[in-house]
């Protein structure tokens, strides 16, 4: 579960993530470990149960891998909720759907998913997240790329509050959308 490769957008959104270098870019450690992730999934118990069958199916696929039995023993002395999970055996293979989020600068967020599994290297996938044509979200990711644009370019971008649950930039000092 280590993201390693984020394009602009990717960064803004992950911004807590990216944010503790304690969660060393980890989405299993930020889910856990950092209590920004409880804000950033408002489905915070679909997200662990997800993480903790992921782990599993990968402890399953590689039972000798190294890092993975560190994160799992990291994880399973820090977080009680963990070691709950981690306890139930679950395997999951993290295929397709639908998932919410709340970002701190845009809102709400509801995306779809796709995650591919990448052929030439067992073990890694690519997650890929958009946004209903129209809707809401789709907003909130061009206005979250607006930002990740002005941030890339050294400006610091101004955040308003918004009627989405939570704070929004101000598209007048971001620029243009996408």
């Keep these: ?37 409880r804000r950033f999934y408002p489905d915070w118990d679909r997200f662990a149960d997800m993480a903790v069958a992921i782990l599993r199916r ?15 023993g990291e994880l399973s002395t820090r977080s ?13 293979r993290h295929g397709t759907g639908t998932k919410r989020f709340r970002h701190p600068a845009v809102g709400d967020l ?36 607006s930002l990740a644009a002005t941030e890339s370019a050294g400006q610091a971008p101004r955040l308003v509050p918004t009627h989405r649950s939570g704070p929004v930039a101000d598209a007048s000092e971001t620029g243009p959308d996408l």
């Design 1 to 37: 579960m280590d993201i390693l490769g984020a394009n602009p957008l990717a960064r803004a959104f992950y911004t807590d993530l990216f944010a503790n270098p304690d969660n060393q870019a980890n989405l299993a450690r930020f889910n856990f470990l950092d209590p920004a992730s």
């Design 58 to 72: 990968e402890a399953g696929r590689d039972p000798h891998d190294k890092d993975l039995h560190d994160l799992v």
């Design 110 to 145: 509801t995306l779809a998913y796709e995650s591919l599994d990448l052929a030439a290297e067992p073990g890694l996938s690519m997650t890929i997240y958009t946004a209903e044509p129209g809707s809401p979200s789709e907003e909130g990711l061009r206005l979250l790329a």
């Design 80 to 92: 009680k909720e963990f070691r709950t999970r981690w306890g139930a055996h679950d395997v999951r």
